[in-house]
T-cell receptor, first 110, second 115 residues
Framework: SQKIEQNSEALNIQEGKTATLTCNYT??????LQWYRQDPGRGPVFLLL?????KEKRKERLKVTFDTTLKQSLFHITASQPADSATYLC?????????FGRGTSLIVHP | EAQVTQNPRYLITVTGKKLTVTCSQN?????MSWYRQDPGLGLRQIYY???????DKGDVPEGYKVSRKEKRNFPLILESPSPNQTSLYFC??????????????FGPGTRLTVL
């Protein structure tokens, strides 16, 4: 069956370090992959989209990689700040029903 | 301001009492959808709509109904709510479901408790 896996354990890092979050998937061939940020009790907010023919995408302090051979995406936040603390969701697309991972909580300590 | 709005934001009701959660977007988006989010289960799609009068089931449609009579509105209807429908609900919209701009814009959420 199709599955999207994000680390269920929270990632704790120190301010200024680079945070790296992982999204793995099986039995799926997405045309694109998205990353969203979600704060407690609020709706997800779109951050980045990367297509299957792209290896890497950057936006300010954010970087996303997409390896269709490994079936994995990595999401990096450089020079992390306490304000980056949130849950980050990956979502696979390509059909009419986008599929979300369960998200990984990031906690950046001052 | 481009946005997706939902009402109510919080609702406590009793088993069997019909309710409607409204969703509206002002971005002229074709695609709209409803999700529920539960601890440990993530976001699960309930229903989606490709355009006016076109709706289809998502992953967890049982116990829910939707309608899309106008492009901007996509209400979620619980005809006979049950406690297992207690959840955080999100409405979302995107320009289209199959184009290159499939970014979904989410509403603020509706926290529903069914006693």
């Amino acid at each position: 069956s199709q599955k999207i896996e994000q680390n269920s354990e929270a990632l704790n890092i120190q301010e200024g370090k680079t945070a790296t979050l992982t999204c793995n998937y099986t039995n799926y061939s997405p045309a694109y992959l998205q990353w969203y940020r979600q704060d407690p009790g609020r709706g997800p907010v779109f951050l980045l989209l990367i297509r299957e023919n792209e290896k890497e995408k950057r936006k300010e302090r954010l970087k996303v990689t997409f390896d269709t051979t490994l079936k994995q995406s990595l999401f990096h936040i450089t020079a992390s700040q306490p304000a980056d603390s949130a849950t980050y969701l990956c979502a696979l697309g390509g059909s009419y029903i986008p599929t979300f991972g369960r998200g990984t909580s990031l906690i950046v300590h001052p | 301001e481009a946005q997706v709005t939902q009402n109510p934001r919080y609702l406590i009701t009793v088993t069997g009492k019909k309710l409607t959660v409204t969703c509206s977007q002002n971005m002229n988006h074709e695609y709209m959808s409803w999700y529920r989010q539960d601890p440990g289960l993530g976001l699960r799609q309930i229903y989606y709509s490709m355009n006016v009068e076109v709706t289809d089931k998502g992953d967890v449609p049982e116990g829910y109904k939707v309608s899309r009579k106008e492009k901007r509105n996509f209400p979620l209807i619980l005809e006979s709510p049950s406690p297992n429908q207690t959840s955080l609900y999100f409405c979302a919209s995107s320009l289209s479901a199959s184009g290159s701009t499939d970014t979904q814009y989410f509403g603020p959420g509706t926290r529903l408790t069914v006693l």
